[in-house]
T-cell receptor, first 114, second 112 residues
Framework: DTGVSQDPRHKITKRGQNVTFRCDPI?????LYWYRQTLGQGPEFLTY????????KSRLLSDRFSAERPKGSFSTLEIQRTEQGDSAMYLC????????????FGPGTRLTVT | GNSVTQMEGPVTLSEEAFLTINCTYT??????LFWYVQYPGEGLQLLLK?????DKGSNKGFEATYRKETTSFHLEKGSVQVSDSAVYFC???????????FGAGTRLTVKP
């Protein structure tokens, strides 16, 4: 399977705990995006990487959120001190620079904070 | 700023009915427009796209035409099937933004 993969698919955590999600993009894609999707809404942009450089962050990405892409391949999104409002689907997407508008999405990680 | 407004759902149709899901946009620059589909429990899949005015994107019997004069990109299908039941998202991307802007999604249910 050469699509975008995300791990885990589901995560239940207690408020105040830290969680980390992983995304593996399509191998030849150098751009990687993180989005958050809440129930009944479309995805909202969080941040994006070109290779290992994090080039843009949304105002939605509070200081409790951090994302990395250390070798320009897989990426991790960490949420510290989770809050109930963090409960959402976290989507990863990747694209190849020449067609950067065309993003390919992974299946998402559903986070539930209790 | 850039934004997308799409028809609120849910939409319920009988099999073989005609489908239209409206989408309008606001953008600076020259956006590319997309329709994504999300089946239950899955991520978003690109359904079709159009990169300039008057382009028509098509895939799996779905079509949408990029209308600059009405800033619209309505999704249509002549005869829906039960397997088309999903949530459909209209989206735009521009050279000025690195993120894709999505509409809120329209849930389609097709009954046999």
């Amino acid at each position: 399977d050469t699509g975008v993969s995300q791990d885990p698919r589901h995560k239940i955590t207690k408020r105040g705990q830290n969680v980390t999600f992983r995304c593996d993009p399509i191998s030849e894609h150098n751009r990687l995006y993180w989005y958050r999707q809440t129930l009944g809404q479309g995805p909202e942009f969080l941040t994006y990487f070109q290779n290992e450089a994090q080039l843009e962050k949304s105002r939605l990405l509070s200081d409790r959120f951090s994302a990395e892409r250390p070798k320009g391949s897989f990426s991790t999104l960490e949420i510290q001190r989770t809050e109930q409002g963090d409960s959402a689907m976290y989507l990863c997407a990747s694209s190849f620079r020449k067609s950067s508008y065309e993003q390919y999405f992974g299946p998402g990680t559903r986070l539930t904070v209790t | 700023g850039n934004s997308v407004t799409q028809m609120e759902g849910p939409v319920t149709l009988s099999e073989e009915a005609f489908l239209t899901i409206n989408c309008t946009y606001t953008a600076t620059g020259y956006p590319s427009l997309f329709w994504y589909v999300q089946y239950p429990g899955e991520g978003l899949q690109l359904l079709l796209k159009a990169t300039k005015a008057d382009d028509k994107g098509s895939n799996k019997g779905f079509e949408a035409t990029y209308r600059k004069e009405t800033t619209s990109f309505h999704l249509e299908k002549g005869s829906v099937q039960v397997s088309d039941s999903a949530v459909y998202f209209c989206a735009l991307g521009t050279a000025n933004n690195n993120d894709m802007r999505f509409g809120a999604g329209t849930r389609l249910t097709v009954k046999p």
